[in-house]
């Protein structure tokens, strides 16, 4: 009886402890599935917004700096900026946010300075202070 007292003890310890793994992995995961619903939910909630924002008959003068106002407190950003393609490698910018002083050149060409570094290469450039 002893013997199956201890296999007994055993099993009951070593179930606990499947049961406890599978109660984990299943926070873990039902963890990441609402940190993703709330990141998706983010995004559609952001581009509703910037729907509203570009509503109605706008100019390009006019639509940037909407645009990019609602983008930098969307995002938390403190400046901000927005190129538009003008064809032969050169950049017009068409809208600021928050641009103080000298708010840089008004044409860019691809390759020059971090904007067109930032054509030129395809990617988003986020600069820190």
Known sequence: WEDSARFAAYFTWGGSLVLLAFILGSAAMTG???????REAWIRSGVMGLSDEMRGDLR????????????ARRLGARVGAAYVAEGHGLFRRFGG?????????E?????????GQAAQSRQ????RH
């Open 60 to 71: 390009l003068d006019e639509l940037g700096p909407r645009v990019l106002s609602y983008l």
């Open 124 to 127: 988003t450039v986020h600069a």
């Open 97 to 105: 946010y928050a641009l103080s002083g000298a708010p840089g050149p």
């Open 32 to 38: 990441a599935d609402h940190r993703a619903k709330a």
């Open 107 to 115: 044409r860019v060409a691809e390759g020059e300075g971090l904007v």
